[in-house]
């Protein structure tokens, strides 16, 4: 069973602090994403990696940076928070298979308010 | 612009009655749908998926039906039970690319 481990789980930050959401899986898969959860919008993807030391643009980066120093490890960066970046954000992993599949592994969600 | 559509955006039936949730895409080249399924404070996971040189895939009591032409898809769940509750979003992968888009869910009640 794919495990994937975000933290925090819940995160308070105040408009212009710096936020970092982190993401660890520990089977080995290729490629990780950072997806955020609004009510009415789903999932829409923020960045993603296909390995260590690589970070792509998805749908909606303005305003976030990504980081993937290892095949583990994956983080979501928020240099200067804004209110509009409260949510919910998923981190996912899959493999060249996982992802031929379409099957990802998600975390358990980390939940972020900016005050 | 939304790449998948899902309707409706909620959904209640009665226990031992069909669930249909259903799904459109703008892009012909999605060539694989799987749908998630989520419950309250957990993350996403994969229920069900299916190709486009399919139309119909079941899995237990759990079926997609899938029009090319139409680039519409649906979910059907078949003597629904209070523990399918939860949210279930569609999404579409195009060939050799390997990201997701996923649409906005629809919530399923299921009355007991």
């Known amino acids: 069973e794919a495990a994937v481990t975000q933290s925090p789980r819940n995160k308070v930050a105040v408009t212009g602090g710096k936020v970092t959401l982190s993401c660890n899986q520990t089977n080995n898969h290729n490629n990780m994403y950072w997806y955020r959860q609004d009510t009415g919008h789903g999932l829409r993807l923020i960045h993603y990696?296909?390995?260590?030391?690589?970070?792509e643009k998805g749908d909606i980066p303005d305003g976030y940076k990504a980081s993937r120093p290892s095949q583990e490890n994956f983080s979501l960066i928020l240099e200067l928070a804004t209110p509009s970046q409260t949510s919910v954000y998923f981190c996912?992993?899959?493999?060249?298979?996982?992802?031929?599949?379409?099957?990802?592994?998600f975390g358990e969600g980390s939940k972020l308010t900016v005050l | 612009q939304q790449q998948v559509r899902q309707s409706p955006q909620s959904l209640t039936v009665w226990e031992g009655e069909t669930a249909i949730l259903n799904c459109s895409y703008e892009d012909s080249t999605f060539n694989y749908f799987p749908w998630y399924q989520q419950f309250p404070g957990e993350g996403p996971a994969l229920l069900i998926s299916i190709r486009s040189v399919s139309d119909k895939k079941e899995d237990g009591r759990f079926t997609i039906f899938f029009n090319k032409r139409e680039k519409k898809l649906s979910l059907h769940i078949t003597d629904s039970q209070p523990g399918d509750s939860a949210t279930y979003f569609c999404?579409?992968?195009?060939?050799?690319?390997?990201?997701?888009?996923f649409g906005s869910g629809t919530k399923l009640t299921v009355e007991p």
């Open positions: 990696s296909y390995g260590a030391g690589s970070t």
């Open positions: 999404a579409a992968r195009m060939s050799n690319y390997n990201v997701l888009y």
């Open positions: 996912a992993s899959g493999d060249t298979q996982g992802a031929n599949t379409g099957q990802l592994y």
